[in-house]
T-cell receptor, first 116, second 116 residues
Framework: AQKVTQAQTEISVVEKEDVTLDCVYE???????LFWYKQPPSGELVFLIR??????QNEISGRYSWNFQKSTSSFNFTITASQVVDSAVYFC?????????????FGTGTRLKVLA | NAGVTQTPKFRILKIGQSMTLQCTQD?????MYWYRQDPGMGLKLIYY???????DKGEVPNGYNVSRSTTEDFPLRLELAAPSQTSVYFC???????????????FGQGTRLTVV
């Protein structure tokens, strides 16, 4: 069965600190996709990154970086030099490709508070 | 650039009333989804559709119904509103793809529903 676990309910950091948000997933499929979304206080869901199970390359986009490790079923998200605008709830999600439905299963989210 | 549009944005219902949450997308996506987000929680899948005329239950379908008569529209119906249905409802869509890069879900702005 699909499952996404975000064990960190809430994290508080001071501005300019680095912070890592953890995501652990479970799936029986060999083809699957992982995602991170940001939900700012305004409530909308903002797509951040997509990664497929064939590609374990880490990715960096500005202050954001993602570490995908199939061996530990983890897809962690690091924000470098955090800023107040990074304060939001961050969701990790999993979608299994060949089940044919592309359902997106979400973790419970990690609330990040960046203090000035 | 409309993307996924949900109406209404806010609604207060009395117990036992019915209503339809509207969702339309202009990206010609095959797949559409309804999620609910309870306070401090992740997103739970209510119903999804893989194409016009095809719908299926998600994780929490009780108390809801859907239809998909066109590719663009995927309304969610609450027949007898209950306080437990107080939540934020998100509609999403994605394109079916066997491309190894997969595809993310695009979300609407959400509907905040309160049942009193």
């Amino acid at each position: 069965a699909q499952k996404v676990t975000q064990a960190q309910t809430e994290i508080s950091v001071v501005e300019k600190e680095d912070v890592t948000l953890d995501c652990v997933y479970e799936t029986r499929d060999t083809t699957y996709y992982l995602f991170w979304y940001k939900q700012p206080p305004s409530g909308e869901l903002v797509f951040l990154i997509r990664r497929n199970s064939f590609d374990e390359q880490n990715e960096i986009s500005g202050r954001y970086s993602w570490n995908f490790q199939k061996s530990t079923s983890s897809f962690n998200f690091t924000i470098t030099a955090s800023q107040v605008v990074d304060s939001a709830v961050y969701f990790c999600a999993l979608s299994e490709g060949f089940s044919g439905t592309y359902k997106y299963i979400f973790g419970t989210g990690t609330r990040l508070k960046v203090l000035a | 650039n409309a993307g996924v549009t949900q109406t209404p944005k806010f609604r207060i219902l009395k117990i036992g009333q019915s209503m339809t949450l509207q969702c339309t997308q202009d990206m010609n996506h095959n797949y559409m989804y309804w999620y609910r987000q309870d306070p401090g929680m992740g997103l739970k899948l209510i119903y999804y559709s893989v194409g016009a005329g095809i719908t299926d239950k998600g994780e929490v379908p009780n108390g809801y119904n859907v239809s998909r008569s066109t590719t663009e529209d995927f309304p969610l119906r609450l027949e007898l509103a209950a306080p437990s249905q107080t939540s934020v409802y998100f509609c999403a869509s994605s394109s079916y793809s066997l491309n190894p890069t997969g595809t993310e879900a695009f979300f609407g702005q959400g509907t905040r529903l309160t049942v009193v």
